[in-house]
């Protein structure tokens, strides 16, 4: 005779079947409670996550564009003269140090280091960004980066949204686990030793 197989269930099918509002005269306040609060967390994240994405995003996006206008206003890129060969980069990195003269926006002469491409040679003219005064500083943001800064903002603020639910919903089921726990003990305590034989 051929045994018949159970039908498998999945951990979600469980969870949906145990979080069911139904009128089981097994389930109790707390279980009721504990769905509902799961819920309301569950629908809190679907309905909020795309309104914190739009406002993170925006603020970062604002943030990023103020950054670039102000780097843009008082940055620079100008020509520098490599003074020396710029020495062999270690590994993957493809610029390094090297001694250049280069004439600042506001007209004077400067000299320092400037980052130049490995074994560049003197004499060599290399592309740097310096402030007004002739100072040798980064590049500003580009507005792919700013665009960047917004998406990855956005997607911050969903992560932090969706793990401050689940704190608060493993916060909630550990209180209500607790409070369970206490009814068993209570009802054991009171029922128990009546069922039990002493010898």
């Not at 940055?75 to 980069?89: D, I, K, M, W």
């Not at 320092?112 to 740097?128: T, Y």
């Amino acid at each position: 005779m051929k045994r018949q197989q159970q039908p498998r269930t999945t951990w979600l099918g469980r969870l949906v079947r145990g979080r069911r509002p139904d009128r089981n005269p097994l389930r109790r306040t707390s279980d009721r409670v504990e769905t509902a609060i799961l819920g309301t967390l569950l629908v809190t994240l679907l309905a909020g996550s795309p309104g914190a994405a739009h406002a993170a995003s925006d603020w970062a996006y604002a943030r990023s564009l103020h950054t670039e206008q102000a780097q843009q206003a008082t940055a620079r890129q100008v020509t520098a003269f490599l003074l020396e060969a710029a020495p062999a980069s270690s590994g993957w990195v493809t610029t390094v140090p090297a001694e250049a003269r280069w004439r600042a926006p506001d007209g004077r002469s400067c000299t320092g280091q400037v980052p130049a491409p490995s074994r560049a040679s003197a004499g060599s003219r290399v592309l740097v960004w310096t402030t007004l005064d002739g100072m040798v500083t980064s590049q500003p943001l580009q507005m792919s980066q700013v665009s960047n800064a917004a998406v990855m903002a956005g997607a911050g603020a969903v992560g932090a949204l969706a793990v401050t639910l689940l704190i608060t919903g493993w916060v909630t089921r550990w209180a209500l686990d607790r409070r369970r726990l206490a009814a068993w003990q209570a009802d054991w305590l009171a029922s128990g030793p009546r069922g039990t034989s002493r010898r």
